[in-house]
């Protein structure tokens, strides 16, 4: 395979992964979605992990 | 709202999307645009189909914000974009791989595992197919109250003639698809749109806005605690996985992420934009809901959208609201059926024994490819027609397909992470997860009793969790005991290694292809004349090869570049086997050691990280080594066992004027001449060491070989050939031969022309005195003649004696004096005439007697001399050969010219240096034209050549003129 993807932006990307699937998956996300937040908190909740995602990007774990 | 309106806007809307795919496939449309990272972002929106856009609502309603998980899950896939898709995109760019399928019997080596993995896809495509047709359907009689048979089947074909037009143009899946792509994207775009402005409606419009909300929240206090509360208690993370696998496994998403020419810049700028594509489709969604509710509340929610849309009074809208639910339908089955057209094609058909030696190969594989796809969107309407359970939610037959793709997540994490994993491995789990969805999921559709009973066993009180928690807990442990109890194949374990982004071992054998043109015609006999002639063609040009080319190492590149553009057309196994077919290689076969190493130096340079502990010494140790030999002053030629060069260093490369590249690989029948049959020669005797004479260019060259047989215990054989390089040595003992055979001549002519003074000077005396005695005039002019002719053996004598001198070294000792031209040029004539052959040869001295030089007269004769030997050697009997002169600012110049057979330009550039020749051996010492260059820049001149090929050589000799006779004084240089 021609040209791999730096072992920076593997690793960023493994670990923000994993950091997105705790907040989203695990017994974590009970902290979002209680029963009194409001009802939009769900899409500020994704809205922030994509701003983190671009961040990280932008950061140098972005394009090859 | 009547069917009328409904179909014109839908006519209308399709009308749109051909004009516009048609505008994009024939490049009317700025590159710029066509080929944006976004998109490719947007056409991934394919993934949101008529489920999302529909049946989202009817989701939240049961599930709450479960529903989220469907766009989660491929949130959080594209967040690992970089490890999982990457290494995907790259595997199916460089391997030419279509599909999932490919994909996997690519890796796998297993034709089964295509096959099962086309089996399961259509499995879990149909029913989803037919989802979208209900979906389509539906709304139409939701708007109208009507949907005839005639507007399904209406669909179908406008569909199918969508797909067939703008996704099977030609033979290849891998062609991209402009107008394809730029429609799937614009139609991501429409739903979006139109999903915004119904959720804008049901916000503003139903629920009265922020206050309007607030008021629905006292009427309703349930409403938002009841769409967290399956956050936290519903399969939240079974729909998760399974959405994160759908995010690149489904054959939709698979086709439009990795099949359609992807570069890696749009693949990770879809790292964030895709997901947010999803987030603003959802945002509309609870809206939507709670407006629906008030509407309707007793309704289905599966079409609020519609519902709302109605309400807002607004025809416009409505009809926006219909055509964004047609735009996620009709994105879905066309990208859908062309993906799985060429899974069947590939692992279904063409394995069924299709004659590939079509005449028309191309079209008889495109117009196969276009049936394919009909039949998908047929099949898939039929399903809808015949079996598709009509009380049951949109979701549900969404989420029944999510759990059959799901069961190809561990084969696909063996193909990125595990080496061991092996075709076996996957067939069996693949089939067992199969089996279990099936008689969870699938068989109650037909009518089978439910199992909700067992559910309860494992935990469940609904069947998707455990549906997909026992699918891919029997297919992975299946999967991963098998893989366990059976050793790879080598053909796995290469696979495995490519696929796994590690050094692979060496590339397969090159079988007796000597040619691009023998590969051709080979090909042809299994693809027919054009294809192959097409194919070859086509790789020649992608790898900027010649069709001259004739270097193994070129050749094997040619294989794979040829492999894997066969692989986009038949699939990666047909592929190889066509290859392999084509060269009559055994697979078993064990690559040459000379591929073996060239592969594990391309290895070794393409590792993606450095090697570490004693594989890293190993390796430092490899390069040193490597390095020696490569260095080594000597040409050093390794042959493996079977004969063929496994190492040709740089100096033998220098002393053949033939680079390591066009030699490695081959057998010695195959090396050009004369190096070849020389050392097949050289290994067939008995001697360890030999003395041979070739000819490279216009030199000949003398060399000395030495061989010796490598030892057993290198386990690989073979023999190892020195080659010395010895011309320059060899002229060198030559040069001190003629040297010792000049001096010998010298002393010789010294003594003799000492011996025969003095009886000369006898006889002279007696016929002068012989002449002045007689008075008989006749008799004393015969006298006369005796002494000229004495005179001319005295002046014979002497320069034969001066000359011997001269040529055995005693040029230091000689001084300067005037020399005329005319007279130098004489006596040099003289000289030369004294060889028999140069009799043959007219000599014109055309010199003035008035010129003269200051120089050592010896010396500058000696220039005269050679210079006309190599005109009369170059000259046929009868020749002529002139000499002039002239004179201007104070140089003399003086040109020898020949109308003989001239020099190549490789011998002109080569001719004034030392022991450079093109006499036989022995007629020359190759120091000739070197000595005149000497002599003459000892005297402060130049020579300079021309010479044409068969037309004759000039050399001009110009020297300072002779000074004022005051100035001039007898000195020693």
Not at chain 1, 10 to 33: E, F, K, N
Not at chain 2, 471 to 490: E, H, K, M, T, Y
Not at chain 2, 672 to 701: H, I, K, M, N, Y
Not at chain 2, 759 to 767: F, N
Request: glycine share 10%; net charge neutral.
């Amino acid at each position: 395979m021609s040209s791999p993807t730096s072992g920076h932006d593997r690793d960023a990307s493994w670990l923000y992964a994993g950091a997105a699937t705790l907040v989203i998956a695990s017994p974590l996300r009970h902290l979002w979605a209680g029963d009194d937040r409001p009802w939009y908190l769900p899409f500020l909740v994704w809205l922030a992990l994509l701003v983190g995602a671009r961040l990280l990007e932008r950061g140098g774990g972005g394009e090859p | 709202m009547t069917l009328g309106i409904l179909g014109a806007a839908t006519f209308a809307y399709w009308l749109l999307l051909f004009l516009v795919a048609y505008l994009a496939e024939r490049g009317r449309m700025p590159a710029r645009l066509r080929h944006h990272p976004l998109v490719y972002a947007l056409s991934l929106g394919v993934y949101a189909s008529t489920w999302t856009y529909y049946g989202s609502v009817g989701f939240a309603r049961h599930e709450g914000f479960s529903f989220l998980t469907v766009y989660l899950g491929p949130t959080l896939a594209c967040l690992a974009i970089p490890v999982i898709w990457l290494p995907i995109l790259r595997l199916t760019r460089e391997h030419q791989l279509t599909s999932l399928a490919d994909l996997f019997a690519f890796r796998y080596r297993s034709q089964l595992a295509g096959v099962l993995v086309t089996f399961v896809m259509l499995a879990g495509s149909v029913p989803y197919l037919a989802l979208q047709f209900r979906a389509l359907l539906e709304s139409m009689r939701v708007l109208s109250g009507q949907s005839p048979l005639w507007l399904g089947i209406g669909f179908t074909l406008v569909l199918t003639l969508f797909a067939v037009l703008f996704g099977a143009r030609g033979a290849s899946p891998r062609e991209r698809h402009d107008g394809l792509l730029f429609v799937v994207a614009l139609e991501s775009l429409v739903k979006l749109a139109a999903l915004l402005a119904v959720g804008a409606v049901a916000y503003f419009g139903v629920l009265g806005g922020p206050r309007g909300l607030g008021d629905y929240f006292r009427q309703q206090p349930d409403a938002v605690a009841s769409l967290y509360r399956p956050v936290r208690e519903g399969p939240w993370g079974t729909y998760l996985l399974l959405s994160f696998s759908a995010a690149f496994l489904l054959p939709r998403q698979f086709h439009v992420a990795f099949a359609e020419h992807v570069e890696d810049r749009a693949l990770f700028s879809a790292r964030v934009t895709f997901p947010l594509y999803l987030l603003m489709l959802n945002l509309a969604v609870v809206p939507v809901l709670w407006a629906g509710t008030r509407l309707h509340p007793g309704g289905s929610a599966d079409f609020y959208v519609l519902d709302v849309s109605r309400a807002s009074g607004s025809s416009l809208l409505t009809i926006l609201a219909f055509i964004g639910g047609i735009s996620s339908g009709s994105a879905m089955v066309i990208v859908t059926a062309i993906a799985l057209a060429s899974m069947c094609m590939n692992h279904l058909l063409l394995p069924a024994g299709l004659r590939l030696r079509e005449r028309n190969l191309y079209q008889t594989l495109a117009w196969m490819r276009r049936v394919l796809i009909a039949l998908v969107v047929f099949a898939g309407y039929g399903f809808y027609r015949l079996a598709l359970h009509r009380t049951r939610p949109l979701v549900d037959f969404g989420l029944i397909s999510f759990v059959t793709v799901a069961q190809c997540l561990p084969g696909l994490l063996g193909v990125l992470f595990w080496r061991r994993a092996t075709g076996l491995g996957l067939s069996l789990g693949l089939f067992a997860g199969f089996a279990v969805w099936f008689a969870a999921l699938a068989a109650p559709l037909f009518g089978a009793p439910d199992s909700a009973h067992w559910w309860s066993l494992v935990g469940g009180n609904e069947p998707f969790f455990p549906a997909t928690f026992l699918s891919l807990a029997v297919n992975g442990l299946l999967f991963v005991g098998a893989s366990l109890l059976r050793q790879p194949s080598a053909e796995e374990r290469e696979a495995a290694r490519v696929c796994c982004d590690e050094p692979g071992s060496a590339s397969r054998p090159v079988g007796p292809i000597a040619s691009p043109d023998e590969l051709r015609a080979r090909l042809a006999l299994l693809l027919g004349e054009a294809a192959a002639e097409r194919e070859t063609s086509r790789a020649l040009a992608t790898l900027g090869m010649a069709a001259t080319e004739k270097r193994p190492a070129e050749l094997r590149r040619l294989r794979a570049g040829l492999e894997r553009n066969l692989s986009a057309l038949f699939g990666p196994l047909i592929a190889r086997l066509v290859v392999e077919e084509s060269q009559r290689v055994d697979p078993a076969a064990a690559p040459r050691l000379g591929d073996r190493l060239q592969s594990l130096e391309e290895q070794l340079r393409a590792l993606p990280r450095p090697l570490e502990g004693t594989a890293s010494e190993l390796e430092l140790f490899w390069r040193y080594l490597r390095d020696v030999l490569e260095d080594l002053p000597l040409g050093v030629c390794a042959l493996a066992a079977d004969g063929t060069v496994v190492i040709w260093n740089h100096a033998l490369g220098a002393i053949a004027e033939t680079a390591s590249q066009a030699v490695r690989g081959c057998t010695l029948d195959r090396i050009g001449e004369p190096w070849g049959a020389l050392f097949a020669r050289f290994l067939a005797t008995s001697e360890r060491t030999e003395q041979a004479t070739v000819v490279v260019g216009d030199e000949r060259r003398a060399l000395q070989l030495s061989k010796s047989r490598l030892s057993a215990g290198a386990q690989l054989g073979g023999w190892v050939l020195l080659v010395e390089d010895r011309t320059v040595a060899r002229a060198l003992e030559e040069q001190l031969i003629h040297q010792d055979r000049l001096a010998s001549i010298g002393q010789l002519a010294a003594g003799l022309s000492h011996e025969l003074g003095n009886p000369l000077t006898g006889i002279t005396c007696v016929a002068q005195n012989l002449r002045d005695d007689l008075t008989d005039l006749e008799t004393r002019e015969r006298v006369q003649q005796i002494l000229d002719l004495a005179r001319r053996i005295d002046a014979i004598v002497r320069t034969l004696l001066s000359f011997s001198r001269a040529g055995a070294g005693q040029s230091a000792a000689a001084t300067m004096s005037r020399v005329g031209v005319g007279d130098a040029v004489r006596e040099a004539i003289a000289l030369v005439h004294i060889v028999p052959r140069n009799r043959q040869i007219e000599m014109l001295n055309r010199c003035s007697d008035e010129l003269t030089l200051d120089g050592d007269r010896q010396r500058l004769i000696q220039v005269l001399v050679n210079l006309l030997a190599n005109a009369c050697d170059a000259s046929p009997p009868g020749g002529q050969v002139e000499v002039t002169s002239d004179q201007a600012d104070g140089r003399v110049r003086i040109a020898v010219s020949d109308r003989g057979r001239g020099m190549t330009p490789n011998v002109r550039r080569r001719v004034f240096e030392p022991f450079f020749t093109t006499k036989d051996p022995g007629a020359g010492t190759g120091l000739g034209l070197s000595l005149v260059y000497n002599i003459v820049r000892d005297h402060g001149g130049e020579v300079a050549l021309e010479s044409v090929l068969g037309a004759g050589t000039v050399v001009t000799v110009e020297l300072p003129a002779a000074k004022e006779p005051a100035a001039m004084s007898e000195r020693t240089p």
